[in-house]
Every structure is written in C-alpha cells, then in structure tokens.
C-alpha cells in the first residue's frame, strides 16, 4: 500500500464527507471514491495510481479553476498537501502559494544584468502581484 493511499484511508475514516485532493508534484490527485466522484462530477479522465486504486488529477496550475468549480457544485473538498498539512482555509492557502511564487520571482532577478527600466518594470510586476493578494484578503475580511 503507497504512502499517499494510507493518508488517504486515514483521512476518511475521520471524515468521509470530504472530497481529498492530494498535492503531488505537479499535480493534485484524489484516489479511489474521490477520483470517481470527480471524474463524473469535473470530466475528469480516470486513471490508476496502482493496479488496485483509482486516481484523477489536474496540474497544480489549474487549482483555482478546479476548487472554483468544486464551490460551485457544492462539493466538499480538502486540501492535503505535506508543507502546510490539511489546508482549511483554501484563500489562505492559494496566497500562501502565490507569496511562494513571489518570492521566488524575486530571488531568481539578476539585477546586475538588467536595465533599470526592467528593474522598474520588474518591481512594478511584483506591487501589481502584492496588490492582488491583500486587496482579496481584504474583501474576504469584510
């Protein structure tokens, strides 16, 4: 038995009612009465994890076009991902993730190799970035 399916048993016997997307690499998956479920509910192709056990996916990419749909068909879900654990609430944890990637943008600039034009346009990219986030916490927050 995978590690990833042992988490997943272990995670509906506490709570079957919830629908289990797994962060795995590039890609969330859901196993086994998860998968079929998302496979009728999203058209989502079925496929096998292992010879005994089902799985669908979409890259991690496509996770804020996949929970939008899930909300909309009253479906729901939990996040697992091994960084962050059981994830809750899902706005905290699509920020997190964009900070994530904010972060890294910024640490991968070789400002000794651009114009200060691109430096401007640059950092002008990240403001417009952190402007989306926490105008959405905002909103939320109201």
Known sequence: ????????????????????????????????????????????????????????????SR?????????????????ADETYGIIDNYSDYINNENLKDIINYILDLDFNNITFKESFEKLYAIQKSLKKIYSKEEKQND
């Not at 998956?29 to 998860?34: K, R, V």
Request: charge should be positive.
């Open 63 to 79: 996770l804020d076009h996949y929970t939008k749909l899930l909300q909309a068909l009253n479906i729901p879900f939990k996040i």
């Open 1 to 60: 038995m995978s590690k990833l399916f042992a988490r997943y048993s272990e995670l509906k016997k506490k709570n079957p009612n919830f629908v289990y997307l797994f962060k795995s690499g590039i890609f969330y998956i859901a196993l086994q009465e998860d998968a079929i479920k998302l496979s009728e509910s999203l058209k989502l192709n079925l496929g096998k994890l292992n010879e005994t056990v089902s799985k669908v996916g979409f890259p991690v």
